[in-house]
């Protein structure tokens, strides 16, 4: 029966059951959606790694699930009032030119395998490790790092300082408050190594939001999320139309992507239906743990010697 089941995906010429990779985008993007993360850069790990997936197009492949799985999410944040449309757009801004960037490096300096792989894992090592550290240094007294139990009309994004230098909002009874030009830098860095990766930047933006920014990942998470899919829409597009090297496979398998981005979808919408009830400290900890455990598998191989013969 399950073999029946089984396809071949003839772009990428992987062949898998077709309900795997929409149960685990599922499952992966229930738990990453909290932090304003769309899971993308664990499925990509998981298409290289298991499914033997490794030419460039990989990267693209993995825009074209965000495109599917993440307005979900997105359409939730927003209708809970949790989506803070400055730094929305702040990120989209830096990211978009950051994707093009990307794009070029993925293709001509991070074709092989063994060389993305050891970028993959530094960049994941770096978001992993960034996380613990701030899941320990919440400061006490404050409600950031809380089981969220307010009121609705608490628990909603309110802007109440637009300038070329400071933007600040409201939430939960705090004021929040980041300076646009230094994450406009941020965010152009960010599209930079998400374009190459293929994760939008979402991955990246959400995490140094709440470290360097000290914003809640409740707020982060829905414009972090929203600014991965406009990146990942046009991620897609590029990879899919810009003319690649001679020998290169860069056009991503829409039908794989998708069919994750669908499980993905209904995995995005729950968890950002129940992150306001999860603490987030525990949030950090449990995207952190599974981003750093991938991270290691990419980079010990590389920097331990075989002792095979």
Same mark, same amino acid.
Request: glycine content about 12%.
């Given at each position: 029966?399950?073999?029946?089941?089984?396809? +071949?995906?003839?772009?990428?010429?992987?062949?898998?059951?077709? +309900?795997?990779?929409?149960?685990?985008?599922?499952?992966?993007? @229930?738990?990453?959606?909290?932090?304003?993360?769309?899971?993308?850069?664990?499925?990509?790990?998981?298409?290289?790694?298991?499914?033997?997936?490794?030419?460039?197009?990989?990267?693209?492949?993995?825009?074209?699930?965000?495109?599917?799985?993440?307005?979900?999410?997105?359409?939730?944040?927003? !209708? =809970?009032?949790?989506?803070?449309?400055?730094?929305?757009?702040?990120?989209?801004?830096?990211?978009?030119?950051?994707?093009?960037?990307?794009?070029?490096?993925?293709?001509?300096? +991070?074709?092989?395998?063994?060389?993305?792989?050891?970028?993959?894992?530094?960049?994941?090592?770096?978001?992993?490790?960034?996380?613990?550290?701030?899941?320990?240094?919440? !400061?006490?007294?404050?409600?950031?790092?809380?089981?969220?139990?307010?009121?609705?009309? =608490?628990?909603?994004?309110?802007?109440? !300082? +637009?300038?070329?230098? *400071?933007?600040?909002?409201?939430?939960?009874?705090?004021?929040?408050? @980041?300076?646009?030009?230094?994450?406009?830098?941020?965010?152009?860095?960010?599209?930079?190594?998400?374009?190459?990766?293929?994760?939008?930047?979402?991955?990246?933006?959400?995490?140094? *939001?709440?470290? @360097?920014?000290?914003?809640?990942?409740?707020?982060?998470?829905?414009?972090?999320?929203?600014?991965? *899919?406009?990146?990942?829409?046009?991620?897609?597009?590029?990879?899919?139309?810009?003319?690649?090297?001679?020998?290169?496979?860069?056009?991503?398998?829409?039908?794989?992507?998708?069919?994750?981005?669908?499980?993905?979808?209904?995995?995005?919408? *729950?968890?950002?239906?129940?992150?306001?009830?999860?603490?987030? !400290?525990?949030?950090?900890?449990?995207?952190?743990?599974?981003?750093?455990?991938?991270?290691?598998?990419?980079?010990?191989?590389?920097?331990?010697?075989?002792?095979?013969?």
């Amino acid at each position: 029966m399950f073999e029946s089941l089984t396809i +071949l995906f003839p772009v990428s010429g992987v062949k898998i059951n077709i +309900l795997f990779p929409p149960i685990l985008a599922m499952t992966v993007a @229930f738990f990453t959606s909290m932090g304003g993360i769309s899971g993308a850069f664990l499925l990509l790990p998981f298409q290289m790694s298991v499914l033997g997936y490794t030419a460039p197009s990989v990267s693209g492949t993995n825009h074209v699930y965000n495109v599917f799985s993440i307005p979900s999410g997105v359409y939730r944040y927003i !209708r =809970e009032g949790r989506m803070a449309w400055p730094l929305m757009w702040v990120v989209i801004a830096g990211t978009l030119p950051g994707v093009f960037l990307g794009y070029f490096i993925r293709v001509r300096y +991070l074709t092989a395998p063994g060389t993305f792989k050891v970028f993959a894992g530094l960049v994941l090592a770096a978001i992993g490790l960034r996380l613990v550290w701030d899941a320990f240094h919440v !400061r006490s007294g404050t409600k950031r790092g809380s089981l969220v139990t307010a009121s609705p009309e =608490e628990a909603v994004v309110r802007t109440i !300082r +637009l300038s070329p230098t *400071c933007i600040s909002y409201t939430f939960w009874g705090e004021t929040f408050s @980041f300076n646009p030009v230094w994450m406009f830098l941020l965010a152009l860095v960010v599209g930079i190594v998400g374009g190459a990766y293929g994760i939008g930047g979402g991955a990246i933006i959400a995490p140094l *939001c709440v470290t @360097f920014f000290r914003l809640p990942i409740y707020t982060v998470a829905g414009a972090a999320l929203m600014g991965t *899919c406009v990146t990942s829409v046009v991620g897609a597009l590029f990879y899919t139309w810009v003319p690649a090297p001679t020998g290169l496979s860069t056009a991503p398998d829409w039908a794989l992507g998708a069919l994750f981005g669908l499980g993905g979808a209904v995995g995005m919408y *729950c968890g950002a239906r129940f992150q306001r009830y999860v603490p987030q !400290r525990l949030i950090k900890l449990v995207v952190a743990a599974v981003i750093v455990a991938v991270a290691l598998g990419y980079i010990l191989p590389a920097v331990i010697p075989s002792r095979t013969s």
